[in-house]
């Protein structure tokens, strides 16, 4: 089975112009957890939730602005791709390549 653990340099192409992003995702206890860094802010994964090759989680940022967003993406061994819902906004696309 595959993993999402590893670093993950990510895309995703908001109203407001791409956003890159650095995903850390590890697995403690069974559980996957992580970070996600984009410029000088970096906020936790809530409640990551992995089946197969789907990998959804949610996250709260306050840059550019307060919001938080819903990911939900598909993943193989060197490529992520889905999409990014924030809120009222419309749905963001994502892709992303693992680095490590």
């Known amino acids: 089975m595959q993993s999402p653990v590893g670093t993950w ?24 957890e992580g970070t996600a860094t984009q410029g000088a802010e970096t906020v936790p994964l809530i409640d990551a939730q992995c089946q197969g090759s789907r990998l959804r989680w949610t996250q709260r940022v306050t840059r550019p602005m307060k919001l938080v967003i819903e990911f939900d ?9 889905g999409t990014a819902k924030a809120g009222i906004l419309p749905t963001s696309k994502l892709e992303g390549v693992r680095e490590s």
Not at 9 to 32: C, F, M, N, W, Y
Not at 73 to 81: G, P, S
């Open 9 to 32: 340099a990510v895309v995703i192409a908001t109203p407001i112009g791409k956003q890159h992003v650095t995903l850390l995702i590890s697995e403690r206890d069974g559980k996957l």
């Open 73 to 81: 993406v598909t993943f193989d061994e060197t490529k992520m791709k």
